[in-house]
């Protein structure tokens, strides 16, 4: 399992992974719980000051992935979806309030299994989340996904081998298998993903504004 003061390390084009570095001297975590409306639904979110993954807060492609979800209902509904990186786990917590079948996943750390599980009850909602660290081997019953979703993880471009590892995890040998990814961020080094993504099979297609759909070629 990658360690998590190994963030501290990652490649990354903005300033703000400065302050990451300076992680250590932080003792005591900063929570606040925030309502927000989306799509007429009410949600309650907690969300964390100091995390190394960026996973306390909700990400702007949030918002972008849902748009596109209501738009496109009938290619999702009915679905066994899986997030990974759902950090809040605002996305899955919404999705399963509208009737989708989704289960979150994050990096194998505490503070966020633990905010995710609480940001489930805030919201009176169950769904299985798995603390999935990318590269590690899923459980067999983990596996039997047939969507994938993501908002904003191409944050890391040092993981992103990893990252490869455990989509082929979730999508090799499934023919109608595709992950359907939003990143808002513009960072130097995200083209590296679409050219591991060439190597490890896949193909990928601009669906809509930094909205990506990747399948494995057939
Ligand atoms: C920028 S945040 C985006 C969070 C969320 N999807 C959103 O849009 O609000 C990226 C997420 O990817 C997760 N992540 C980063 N590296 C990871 C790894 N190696 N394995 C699993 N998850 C990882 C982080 O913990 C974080 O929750």
Redesign the pocket.
């Known amino acids: 399992m990658?360690d998590l003061s190994d963030?501290a390390k990652m490649t990354n084009s903005d300033s703000e992974d400065e302050d990451n570095k300076k992680e250590n001297i932080i003792t005591e975590q900063v929570f606040e719980e925030k309502l927000i409306e989306v799509h007429g639904e009410k949600i309650k979110i907690r969300e964390f000051a100091y995390?190394n993954?960026?996973?306390g807060?909700?990400?702007?492609?949030?918002y972008t992935?849902i748009d596109y979800l209501l738009l496109n209902q009938e290619r999702f509904k009915n679905k066994k979806i899986i997030?990974?990186?759902?950090?809040?786990g605002?996305?899955s917590i919404f999705l399963n309030k509208k009737g989708y079948n989704v289960t979150s996943?994050?990096?194998?750390?505490d503070e966020?299994t633990e905010n995710i599980n609480f940001n489930k009850s805030l919201n009176n909602i169950e769904f299985k989340h798995i603390p999935?660290?990318?590269?590690?081997t899923f459980k067999e019953e983990d596996k039997d996904f047939e969507i994938v979703i993501?908002?904003?993880?191409l944050?890391?471009v040092q993981?992103f081998e990893?990252?490869m590892i455990?989509l082929r995890q979730l999508m090799d040998n499934k023919k109608d298998s595709f992950m359907l990814m939003a990143y808002g961020?513009k960072l130097y080094d995200s083209k590296k993903f679409f050219v591991l993504l060439e190597e490890n099979d896949f193909e990928y297609e601009l669906v809509g504004s930094k909205t990506w759909i990747i399948k494995k070629k057939q």
Request: hydrophobic residues 40%; without cysteine.
């Open positions: 990658l963030f995390s993954t960026n996973a807060v909700i990400w702007p492609s949030t992935l997030e990974l990186g759902s950090a809040t605002v996305l996943s994050d990096y194998n750390a966020i999935h660290t990318w590269g590690d993501a908002s904003d993880i944050l890391y993981y990893k990252l455990t961020r």
